[in-house]
């Protein structure tokens, strides 16, 4: 959560330098986290096999940070970081629980991917700029992270699975009704964002133009009676829309903008709410009110 809300922040444009209530937020965020860091570089406890998630969205905050040319403590927690994604990767493919557990699942890939898209993005800027690379990154993990993606894709709709072929996303086991899997696409999202990552153009690839029409067809709505509120889905599915572009990202753009911003909260002065969004969505019981604020706040910035 803390990773998420300075990324949201940093994506705002506001800075851990700032004198302002948001700079100093920042700052102490990023000092928590670094603070949070064991001897291998993972953030946070391990009590929970889902640590994982925390550590790849600390590690993008935490590039998110370098990005910015911070601190050299920033630089030095991040590249303990991204040291601790390549240990945990499985051989020649992706992600999930733990350390080489043996299992891949495209939710954590798409997390780990990101985190070294960032760190990579930053390495290149060093280069352009004649500096030495700030950050060093597994390379190999890519083509890991091609594998997986492909493996998980259905070629005849473009969807993308979890565990398994094309079968869409995960639920927890007691919100399997009240969440419908086909409400969401947000799998075949995270698979569209990997593979423009990768270098997949949308335009000529057939199966990305399949996974887009999907994400078209079902675009973010506010509806808590049929389960189809999953802010996860908004984001990846923002991230990866807003990549392809065309029509099919205005028609997204539109919903997502008009859905998000009717439904913040502003009917109240309470600070623990004003502001913020219900963590009313598939994933909202394990974030809360951070997750789901931050994670709409990431959307709405991806339409600007």
């Given at each position: 959560?803390?990773?998420?809300?300075?990324?949201?922040?940093?994506?705002?444009?506001?800075?851990?330098?700032?004198?302002?209530?948001?700079?100093?937020?920042?700052?102490?965020?990023?000092?928590?986290?670094?603070?949070?860091?064991?001897?291998?570089?993972?953030?946070?406890?391990?009590?929970?096999?889902?640590?994982?998630?925390?550590?790849?969205?600390?590690?993008?905050?935490?590039?998110?940070?370098?990005?910015?040319?911070?601190?050299?403590?920033?630089?030095?927690?991040?590249?303990?970081?991204?040291?601790?994604?390549?240990?945990?990767?499985?051989?020649?493919?992706?992600?999930?629980y733990?350390?080489?557990?043996?299992?891949?699942?495209?939710?954590v890939?798409?997390?780990?991917?990101?985190?070294?898209?960032?760190?990579?993005?930053?390495?290149?800027?060093?280069?352009?700029?004649?500096?030495?690379?700030?950050?060093q990154?597994?390379?190999?993990?890519?083509?890991?992270?091609?594998?997986?993606?492909?493996?998980?894709?259905?070629?005849?709709?473009?969807?993308?699975?979890?565990?398994?072929?094309?079968?869409?996303?995960?639920?927890?086991?007691?919100?399997?009704?009240?969440?419908?899997?086909?409400?969401?696409?947000?799998?075949?999202a995270?698979g569209?964002?990997?593979?423009?990552?990768?270098?997949?153009?949308?335009?000529?690839?057939?199966?990305?133009?399949?996974?887009?029409?999907?994400?078209?067809?079902l675009?973010?709505?506010?509806?808590?009676?049929?389960?189809?509120?999953?802010?996860?889905?908004w984001?990846?599915?923002?991230?990866?829309?807003?990549?392809?572009?065309?029509?099919?990202?205005?028609?997204?753009?539109?919903a997502?903008?008009?859905?998000?911003?009717?439904?913040?909260?502003?009917?109240?002065?309470?600070?623990?709410?004003?502001?913020?969004?219900?963590?009313?969505?598939?994933?909202?019981?394990?974030?809360?009110?951070?997750?789901?604020?931050?994670?709409?706040?990431?959307?709405?910035?991806?339409?600007?």
């Amino acid at each position: 959560m803390t990773g998420l809300a300075i990324l949201a922040l940093l994506e705002a444009g506001y800075g851990s330098r700032s004198a302002d209530e948001y700079g100093r937020a920042i700052s102490k965020g990023l000092g928590f986290l670094i603070q949070a860091q064991d001897a291998e570089g993972c953030f946070g406890s391990r009590s929970s096999g889902h640590y994982v998630y925390n550590h790849a969205i600390a590690t993008l905050a935490m590039v998110a940070a370098v990005a910015r040319g911070n601190a050299a403590s920033y630089t030095a927690a991040a590249q303990s970081a991204l040291d601790f994604i390549a240990i945990s990767r499985n051989p020649y493919l992706a992600w999930r629980y733990g350390i080489k557990p043996g299992d891949n699942d495209t939710s954590v890939t798409g997390w780990m991917a990101m985190a070294l898209d960032a760190a990579r993005r930053v390495s290149r800027a060093d280069s352009k700029s004649g500096r030495p690379a700030s950050l060093q990154i597994d390379e190999d993990a890519f083509d890991g992270i091609k594998a997986w993606i492909a493996k998980m894709t259905d070629a005849g709709s473009g969807r993308v699975g979890y565990q398994q072929r094309g079968t869409g996303p995960a639920r927890p086991i007691e919100l399997v009704d009240a969440f419908p899997a086909d409400r969401s696409e947000s799998m075949t999202a995270v698979g569209l964002v990997l593979r423009s990552m990768l270098g997949e153009d949308p335009r000529t690839s057939e199966v990305m133009r399949r996974g887009v029409e999907l994400c078209r067809l079902l675009p973010p709505k506010w509806d808590r009676n049929d389960g189809s509120i999953d802010m996860y889905y908004w984001y990846y599915g923002s991230k990866a829309l807003a990549r392809v572009g065309g029509d099919a990202w205005d028609q997204w753009r539109a919903a997502c903008t008009a859905t998000i911003t009717v439904n913040q909260r502003l009917d109240t002065d309470e600070c623990m709410y004003r502001g913020s969004w219900d963590p009313i969505d598939t994933w909202g019981g394990d974030g809360g009110r951070v997750y789901s604020t931050a994670i709409c706040v990431l959307s709405l910035l991806l339409t600007q």
